[in-house]
């Protein structure tokens, strides 16, 4: 059975947590992606995505250009191991709707990322992949709280 390691994504770049939201954003725009893990130093603390941007940041009004990172990215993080199945990888997407994962290691420092794309372009068998997007795609109600 294939590894994470097999399909992930290695040397990811990174944001820290005192970095601007600005910064995160032009780095998201430069390497063209809607999510960044934030870290400090090279242990993952947090992931950032643009819709963290949008709704936690922009929408709150916050000032782009002087907020940190740290005051709108996700601190509770679903990591894996790069040693872990593929399959129990792509399980967990599922069950959790969502479709990039950061990958550490046991000391919880960020080796790489994997996506659904990943496993469904290198790793998981069309069936499992196409039944975890449609999971992950499944709609919320809106939080109008």
């Known amino acids: ?7 992930m994504t290695r040397d990811v770049r990174v944001v ?16 063209n992606v809607g999510v960044v893990p934030v870290c400090e130093g090279r242990k993952l603390v947090g992931m950032l995505t643009d819709r963290d941007i949008a709704v936690r940041g922009v929408a709150a009004g ?11 990215m996700s ?24 479709r990039r994962m950061p990958v550490v290691d046991r000391q919880q420092q960020i080796v790489g990322i994997v996506s659904l794309g990943d496993l469904a372009d290198r790793g998981s068998d069309e069936a499992s992949v196409g039944e975890a997007l449609k999971d992950i795609s499944t709609p919320a109600a809106p939080d109008r709280s």
């Open 1 to 7: 059975m294939d590894q994470v390691m097999d399909v």
């Open 16 to 31: 820290q947590p005192t970095d601007t939201i600005e910064r995160a954003a032009q780095l998201m725009d430069e390497l």
């Open 62 to 72: 916050m000032d782009a250009k002087s907020s940190p990172v740290s005051e709108i």
């Open 75 to 98: 601190g509770s993080v679903r990591c894996c191991f790069e040693d872990q199945p593929l399959e129990d990888v792509l399980d967990e997407m599922r069950d959790t709707q969502i």
